[in-house]
């Protein structure tokens, strides 16, 4: 059974860093690749980034390259973000991905429940 388990999320000041967990099971991230949404109230879900290990891949949307940082260590992919803006506040998932057909076009077999970002002073 696929599973993906978000975690790190949090109330953090504009500016700060966070540093979300992806726990997979069920499936080989040497065999998967993993990316990360967000979703911010109102506004449609964004594919933001994603870390492909067989390909040595990683992809960041222009609206976090330079700040975030996707890395995977065993069954666990991290996406390291530093200095947030109240912009970031998002709920943010991961996900399995079956295909990755274009930039910002993943084709996703799972998803995880979702992890709350608030960035706010």
């Known amino acids: 059974q696929v599973q993906l388990v978000e975690s790190g999320g949090g109330l953090v000041q504009p500016g700060g860093s966070l540093r979300l967990s992806c726990a997979v099971s069920?499936?080989?991230?040497?065999?998967?690749?993993v990316g990360w949404y967000r979703q911010a109230p109102g506004k449609e879900r964004e594919a933001i980034s994603y870390?492909?290990?067989?390909?040595?891949r990683t992809f960041y949307a222009p609206s976090v390259k330079g700040r975030f940082t996707i890395s995977r260590h065993r069954n666990t992919v991290y996406l390291q973000m530093k200095s947030l803006s109240p912009e970031d506040t998002a709920v943010y998932y991961c996900a399995k991905l079956l295909n990755i057909l274009g930039i910002g076009d993943w084709e996703v077999g799972d998803w995880g429940q979702g992890t709350q970002v608030t960035v706010s002073s």
């Open positions: 870390i492909n290990t067989y390909a040595g």
């Open positions: 069920g499936f080989s991230l040497d065999h998967f690749a």
